[in-house]
């Protein structure tokens, strides 16, 4: 591995693994952490954001989309994107029950976007799961569950005849601290020590080709892998993120915990006044917020139900998640 440039030229390539790159990501360096003011770090979020979709959307032309899911990470991508004239088209991908969609349709409209909800049923979900699992070769849950929005998505994709860069916020928690808390006041040395030490570790861990599956996304988009943007996964950005604070990252709104809070500034201000809300919102990671969990473990239930003797003593349906667990695994036992 070598060294990128300290400002290396904006990228137009659709994802750096930072950790194979840089010999530095893993090496604790909580002096470079400088930038404390969480207005000064958006405006440097907004800035690099900007750069980062501009040089993609030039470079890749057609017709951009942004997996839209109800979250500020590509609610904001979404936003830059709309505001660079790129026109996008927005996918976003559900069941029932789930929690994206409010947000991600007042996302939409609120910026003029044409958007593409895909709806999915149990048997979709049941399917949709199969088939990442033979893509994939594992059965992985967090693998097989991030993978089945993105190859739902493709009913949308194969149908634009001139595709163009497929934009996803993906990688924004682990530079920034996303759905994480710090144990130490945010002024602190221990806290930017703390801070530090989780994004070291997660980006380390994540932005790296040598993951559990390593061909992920050729896995499941094939030839649309290499349209498939991550907006946040760069040198430049990591360079960017390194420098960010705890005070420039976390913060109250309301009397609520806020994370992410340069890029959330950064967000209500690319917003049109009456959307700036969406800024605020809070998230489960994909694999919950489009219900997917929810619906693969009501199946789960469903085919526990049906093992042989299983309501002799209680109802797989409604008892609780450990006994469910457990019926699996003796039966598991009982087949080998």
Wanted: charged letters at 25%; glycine letters at 6%.
């Amino acid at each position: 591995m070598t060294e990128a440039l300290e400002c290396p030229p904006q990228t137009v390539e659709p994802i750096e693994f930072v950790a194979d790159l840089l010999d530095s990501v893993a090496a604790p360096d909580p002096g470079a952490r400088t930038v404390t003011d969480p207005r000064v770090a958006a405006e440097l979020v907004a800035g690099e954001t900007r750069s980062r979709v501009r040089a993609v959307l030039e470079h890749v032309g057609g017709t951009p989309v942004v997996l839209l899911s109800g979250g500020v990470d590509s609610i904001y991508v979404a936003a830059v994107a709309a505001e660079l004239g790129g026109a996008p088209r927005a996918v976003t991908v559900v069941t029932d029950g789930a929690s994206d969609e409010d947000h991600a349709s007042a996302a939409a409209e609120a910026l003029g976007l044409r958007h593409d909800i895909v709806r999915l049923t149990r048997d979709d979900v049941i399917d949709l799961a199969r088939d990442t699992i033979i893509r994939l070769n594992t059965s992985e849950l967090w693998e097989v569950t991030a993978g089945i929005p993105l190859l739902a998505a493709r009913r949308v994709l194969d149908a634009i005849p001139d595709g163009g860069a497929i934009l996803t916020g993906s990688g924004a928690d682990a530079i920034l601290a996303g759905g994480r808390s710090l144990s130490y006041p945010l002024e602190s040395d221990s806290a930017r020590t703390e801070l530090d030490a989780m994004i070291r570790a997660e980006t380390a861990a994540n932005f790296r080709r040598d993951r559990l599956v390593p061909d992920f996304y050729p896995a499941l988009l094939e030839d649309k892998a290499s349209r498939l943007v991550h907006v946040f996964q760069t040198v430049r950005w990591w360079r960017l993120a390194e420098t960010l604070a705890p005070p420039a990252l976390f913060g109250t709104r309301d009397d609520h915990p806020i994370d992410k809070l340069a890029l959330r500034l950064a967000c209500e201000a690319q917003l049109p006044p009456t959307a700036a809300h969406l800024a605020w919102s809070v998230k489960d990671p994909i694999q919950r917020s489009t219900g997917l969990m929810s619906v693969l473990f009501t199946a789960a239930r469903t085919y526990a139900a049906t093992l042989p003797g299983a309501d002799t003593y209680t109802n797989p349906l409604t008892e609780d998640p450990e006994a469910i667990a457990t019926r699996f695994y003796l039966d598991i036992l009982g087949r080998r």
